[in-house]
């Protein structure tokens, strides 16, 4: 995450004493991420992130996020829980913004990924898949093929700054997707930002998953190959076949893909690039003056989904069959 939203300490400290989580000892803001302004909260109790929610977050939506994470972790997720205030609320409004306290979590995000942690991470994310199944709340994809032109769009003729001829090729892409994405794969609960900064590991283990909010109902593969994008390449922006087959095994370990999500991976990878192109090349094209936030670079998914356009099947991913 990073600080959008500066809070006065007076604020800080009338917000965080209706949560009965103990007096606030400090609260510092995080400078990583892009999305929503977090802050660590350590208190004479322990230690709590503070999330300011902004700009690309739907205050609507907040109560499935919320929800969502309080599931997942009764059903042996490890994952933020929202604390609830002294009425019982989880949502709250701080500087003029909807906010929320959730549980830390211990644990080390790895800059790196070693194979033994694309397999881990395989594995979690099947295992989340499985914990959302009974969920009851459903959240329309806003990021999927139908959100991608209006990005476009948004870039305009500013997105050949970044690249020459970018602005025309991604509304080719957008182009392709629209008129073929895959519509019957199977649906639940996916992720959806499952890049390694969102999972923490203690040793090889994995040992939690935060920041839900971009989480929806969509194709389980789609969140397999979000994944792919963000965990099996390096940074040359070669695809690492090893850690693509890690990832498929501990996916696979706990639920195996049907064949019809196994011939629609390669769209989904090259969907999945675009998507991240797209929101990064946005974000590029407009930082806040003053905001602490490091955009994250465009171009980089651009590379991937060159990648992707010339894969023809799901074994050029490390999948066996
Ligand atoms: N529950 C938590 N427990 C421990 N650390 C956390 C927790 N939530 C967030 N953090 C810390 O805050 C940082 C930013 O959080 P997060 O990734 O949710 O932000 P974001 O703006 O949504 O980022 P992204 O760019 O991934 O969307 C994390 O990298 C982690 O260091
Ligand atoms: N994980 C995203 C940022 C949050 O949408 C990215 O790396 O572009």
């Not at 499935?64 to 989880?90: N, T, Y």
């Amino acid at each position: 995450m990073a600080v959008y939203t500066e809070v006065p300490d007076d604020e800080m400290a009338a917000f965080v004493a209706r949560y009965g989580i103990g007096d606030l000892l400090s609260a510092k803001g995080i400078a990583e991420g892009v999305e929503n302004s977090n802050y660590l909260l350590r208190t004479t109790r322990g230690a709590y992130i503070l999330t300011l929610y902004e700009k690309r977050v739907n205050p609507d939506d907040l109560p499935f996020f919320l929800g969502l994470m309080q599931h997942l972790a009764a059903r042996g997720l490890i994952c933020p829980q929202p604390v609830k205030d002294s009425r019982g609320e989880m949502l709250g409004r701080l500087a003029g913004r909807p906010a929320a306290i959730v549980t830390f979590l211990d644990g080390l995000s790895v800059r790196r990924p070693t194979a033994a942690h694309c397999q881990e991470l395989g594995k979690g994310l099947a295992q989340l898949h499985a914990a959302g199944a009974d969920f009851a709340m459903e959240r329309v994809n806003a990021l999927s093929v139908p959100g991608w032109r209006p990005l476009v769009e948004q870039a305009g003729a500013d997105a050949d700054k970044v690249s020459p001829g970018l602005a025309r090729r991604i509304a080719a892409e957008v182009a392709v997707h629209e008129a073929s994405w895959p519509q019957a794969l199977p649906r639940g609960v996916i992720h959806a930002d499952l890049f390694p900064n969102n999972v923490f590991f203690i040793g090889d283990r994995l040992s939690g998953l935060i920041d839900f909010y971009f989480a929806c109902t969509d194709a389980f593969a789609y969140d397999l190959a979000i994944c792919l994008n963000s965990w099996c390449f390096e940074a040359d922006s070669s695809f690492n076949l090893t850690k693509g087959q890690a990832l498929l095994a501990g996916y696979e370990s706990v639920r195996p893909l049907e064949a019809a999500e196994v011939e629609a991976l390669p769209q989904l990878c090259r969907g999945s690039a675009l998507r991240f192109l797209l929101t990064r090349l946005v974000d590029w094209l407009n930082v806040p003056p003053g905001a602490l936030v490091k955009p994250h670079d465009p171009l980089e998914y651009d590379r991937k989904l060159v990648f992707h356009q010339r894969v023809a099947d799901a074994r050029e991913y490390g999948l066996k069959r």
